[in-house]
């Protein structure tokens, strides 16, 4: 059974920083991993879709990596930004199936 | 492309009434996923639709919640006579394909369901 884990749950970082958040997943058979960006009482907005057959995807001031094989993503955040205080949540799509397992994701708070 | 429309954004309902969920899937996806986000949990999968068909309904109570995916309309999710425990984030997500294991889905922004 697939399990999503996020560490830390929370962060706060003073403005500026690189940062890095951490996701593991227990099984290695995936479609793919999606990193979400939620806001308080807001929806989801995809940042990045990593397919299984790569290891990682950059998006502006965002990278996440792949690791299958030992079931680890990370998203860095360069230079980071008041503006992205919020949560951001792991998910993985394991092959042969259409869901989505969630972690329960890192809160981050950049402080000015 | 507006995206995964759902509406209402926030809805408050009463224990015992009946509340009504809308979502509209992106134009040219087939597929719909409900995901349900209970206050400090992680999303959990619900139910996954197509047009006329539910294929895999084994993440919803197996009371009181429907989901349908008719014809022509958005999808609806329905849970009758609601109780304080239903009140959650209720995200609806579509695809083009089966799964839609290339392209990942496409949220929308929820459903804010508040039982008083």
């Known amino acids: 059974k697939q399990e999503v884990t996020q560490i830390p749950a929370a962060l706060s970082v003073p403005e500026g920083e690189n940062l890095v958040l951490n996701c593991s997943f227990t099984d290695s058979a995936i479609y793919n991993l999606q990193w979400f960006r939620q806001d308080p009482g807001k929806g989801l907005t995809s940042l990045l879709l990593i397919q299984s057959s790569q290891r990682e995807q950059t998006s502006g001031r965002l990278n996440a990596s792949l690791d299958k094989s030992s079931g680890r993503s990370t998203l860095y955040i360069a230079a980071s930004q008041p503006g992205d205080s919020a949560t951001y949540l792991c998910?993985?799509?394991?092959?042969?199936?259409?869901?989505?397992?969630f972690g329960t994701g890192t809160r981050l708070k950049v402080l000015a | 492309n507006a995206g995964v429309m759902q509406n209402p954004r926030h809805l408050v309902r009463r224990r015992g009434q009946e509340a009504r969920l809308r979502c509209s899937p992106m134009?040219?996806?087939?597929?719909v996923y409900w995901y349900r986000q209970l206050p400090e949990e992680g999303l959990k999968f619900m139910v996954y639709?197509?047009?006329?068909?539910?294929?895999?309904e084994s993440g919803m109570p197996k009371e009181r919640f429907s989901a349908e995916f008719p014809k022509e309309g958005p999808s609806i999710l329905r849970i009758q006579q609601v109780v304080r425990g239903d009140s959650a984030a209720y995200f609806c997500?579509?695809?083009?394909?089966?799964?839609?294991?290339?392209?990942?889905?496409?949220f929308g922004s929820g459903t804010r369901l508040t039982v008083v």
């Open positions: 134009k040219g996806h087939s597929h």
């Open positions: 997500a579509s695809s083009p394909t089966t799964g839609g294991e290339s392209d990942g889905y496409t």
């Open positions: 998910a993985v799509q394991g092959s042969g199936t259409y869901k989505y397992i």
């Open positions: 639709l197509q047009k006329e068909n539910i294929i895999d």
